[in-house]
């Protein structure tokens, strides 16, 4: 007679024993953790602790650096909008003033400031209307 089958757990099975388990608790090899398993990390080079719905061969220590690094890298996230406003300003007004220019060199490294903001929002309305500013440079 054949085992009887449960249809709540796709990925789990029979233990040693006989009782039906979780795919969680097979990776876990009976802790009592939720998921959370040692296996080797391709990017550390070293077995360390990986959930269950980690990405990849990511381990926990490796994924929360990988979050870390596009925190860190995403200081201006309005940068391609602002460089456009300031595209079309010098389309309209054939080249920009040295202020413009140096919020341009500045959008580049680093976000503008509240101020930086409105005195180039001034300067840009000679040129262009004020929802594209508002829309594009302000953001929100």
Same mark, same amino acid.
């Given at each position: 007679?054949?085992? /009887? &089958? %449960?249809? *709540?757990? *796709?990925?789990?099975?029979?233990?040693?024993?006989?009782?039906?388990?979780?795919?969680?608790?097979?990776?876990?090899?009976?802790?009592?953790?939720?998921?959370?398993? *040692?296996?080797?990390? !391709?990017?550390?080079?070293?077995?360390?602790?990986?959930?269950?719905? %980690?990405?990849?061969?990511?381990? =926990?220590?490796?994924?929360?650096? !990988?979050?870390? &690094?596009? !925190? &860190?890298? +995403?200081?201006?996230?309005?940068?391609?909008? &602002? +460089?456009? =406003?300031?595209?079309?300003?010098?389309?309209?007004?054939?080249?920009?003033?040295?202020?413009?220019? %140096?919020?341009?060199?500045?959008?580049?490294?680093? !976000?503008? %400031?509240?101020?930086?903001?409105?005195?180039?929002?001034? =300067?840009?309305?000679?040129?262009?209307?004020?929802?594209?500013?508002?829309?594009? /440079?302000?953001?929100?």
């Amino acid at each position: 007679m054949g085992r /009887w &089958r %449960s249809n *709540y757990g *796709y990925g789990g099975g029979y233990d040693s024993t006989g009782r039906w388990r979780s795919e969680a608790w097979h990776m876990d090899g009976g802790a009592n953790d939720e998921g959370w398993h *040692y296996r080797y990390c !391709a990017i550390c080079a070293r077995k360390t602790e990986h959930g269950r719905q %980690s990405t990849g061969a990511f381990c =926990v220590e490796c994924d929360n650096r !990988a979050i870390q &690094r596009r !925190a &860190r890298m +995403n200081k201006n996230p309005h940068k391609i909008n &602002r +460089n456009w =406003v300031l595209l079309q300003y010098e389309e309209k007004a054939g080249s920009l003033p040295n202020f413009l220019q %140096s919020l341009k060199e500045q959008n580049q490294k680093r !976000a503008l %400031s509240k101020k930086q903001l409105e005195i180039g929002k001034k =300067v840009l309305l000679k040129h262009l209307d004020e929802n594209t500013l508002k829309t594009f /440079w302000i953001c929100g």
